[in-house]
């Protein structure tokens, strides 16, 4: 699902009209219960504030039926809004109106503006063509942020996008669609879906949805009572909805679908006392079924053993009220703990939200939707308006890749002993591939120290046969079976110091990707290139030569090192790395094909540092660093996966 995104857009100085989800839970007195959807959309308020871009926020409170209400104005937002930047945040009374075009067109470039909750006005909802006209003259650029609105076709998400040239998404949106697009079409497997929540009805959809796609599909929460009684089981005075059976029915015709054993009965919810497990063919009928029961937990822990890609949404039981919060925190730990061993969780909805909070696990799965209502229209499968109105076909949204090159350092026991700190230092890691290469000789045990890990890893190097006469060389063979995914072709140590040529690199190329390796291929100008002005023309030779005859459905990572900048600490601008990584997009384009170019991810390598990481990863052509010097230090290796956390 290819969309623009705001770090495409040209938003320096300008006046940029956001739509966020401030929709916060207020308190009785009015305050504010929590803040999360404001600090959910803070990436991109800074990103924008960082281009000195006029931030015009705009968003819904409640339901206020198309009139001021007093109590749902955000002007507590703009106060919590303004704690949080540590700057003035302009409050508009009116979204609308000569009094904030005026504000909106006086504020000086970088401020902040909180337009009044748009659903003041009937035309919001109603989608009116004149009140999107209103809302769009107040910006130069569009920017919907606000994922959790994204299934409605209001003004401010649908109508108005279509006033905008090139309208995009935020981090937050691009960040919502990446991870739910994934799991729908291009999951790790065994991918595992969890659903659980109260009703067969709300989440038919996505069972159905994620079916195909799903290794397993495990069924939990007040659903599985629909599912129970379809397979002609007594459920007592569990909650059932009598309509959603055939559904229930029809669905559970599919072998992939695992189905509780037991469940936690009591005689009502307030009688956690009397709780107990029951086998699911025993429920009495004077019992009500409250949780999944302890050995469902062990059955659903054993599918989701090695799991690489976990979708979960719904809670397993009624986790609001002790003892039956039992199921669901045994899930979410083993789904936190999946995490940790570098599966990709994401979990969604608003009940499973809550859950995670509940339990200190919010920042602790690889992805938590903000978005209720949305994230399960997403995954059910429907196009969502506020995500359609922002176009397609620019970009797909990449995973940043983070490597390590340790060159000729660290000897076997070294690198082993380096390799097991990583994987403790990087746990939780979320959003990131990250990738070593360790030397050739160290390559086993390295291997063997990150399996499960969020490390992958992979050699510095190989040869182009298979196997043969070849003595002191490595094929592509051994690096699989030892482990590895990963392959560096054509670095400038190898290019400039061993004398290999392009024509060497393309059969490098070719022989990596025969065994199922993925190659780095790193391209770069030298110095006195670079001041003759033949940067492009290298590169073109470099790439058209060494990635000949790759097609669109080979996986390739490219690496833009320029030789000047390695192991010299002179790093590229990120200026001058974006000009470049442009340009090798465009080169993937025009020799590859549009496909290719969205999805290859284009590394900048060259005296890569934590001071440096996060401006060039601000930049939207670069999809990660290939880190020589600084990797070799665990802490700062560390702080540059973690870059702009
Ligand atoms: C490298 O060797 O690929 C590299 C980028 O090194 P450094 O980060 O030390 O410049």
Redesign the pocket.
Known sequence: MRKLSVRDLDVQGRRVFVRVDFNVPLAEDGSISTDARIQASLGTIQFLLKRRATVILASHLGKPDGKPDPKLSLRVVADRLSEILGKEVLFAEDCIGPETRKLVSEAPPAAVILLENLRFHPGETANDPEFCKELAGLGERYVNDAFGTAHRSHASTAGMAELFERPAAGLLMEEEIRYLASVLEAPRHPHVAIIGGSKVKDKAGVIANLLPQVDKLLIGGGLMFDFLKAQGKEIGKSISTGDSIRRAQELARNPKLVLPVDVVVAPDPDSGDKARAVPVDKIPKNQMGLDIGPKTVELFQSVLDGARTVVWAGPMGMFEKQPFDKGTTEIARTVVGLTDKGSTTVVGGGDSLAALYKFGFRDRVSHASTGGGACLQFLEGRVLPGIRALGDAYRAIRTPIVAA?W?MHKVPSEARKFASELVQELRGVRNREVLVFPPTAALQVVCYELTNSVVACGGQNIHWEKSGAFTGETSAKFLVDIGCSHVLIG?S?RRHLFGETDELCARKVRAALEAGLVPVF?CGEKLAEREDDRTFAVLERQLSIGLEGITEKDELVI?Y?PVW????GRTATPAQAQEVHRWIRSWVLRSISLEAADRTRILY????KPDNIDDLMDERDVDGV??????LDRESFARIVRYQT
């Open positions: 090159n060159k670095h140590e790193c690496a090192e900048a390695i192991g010299t390598g060259g005296s890569v290939l880190v020589g010097g600084a990797s």
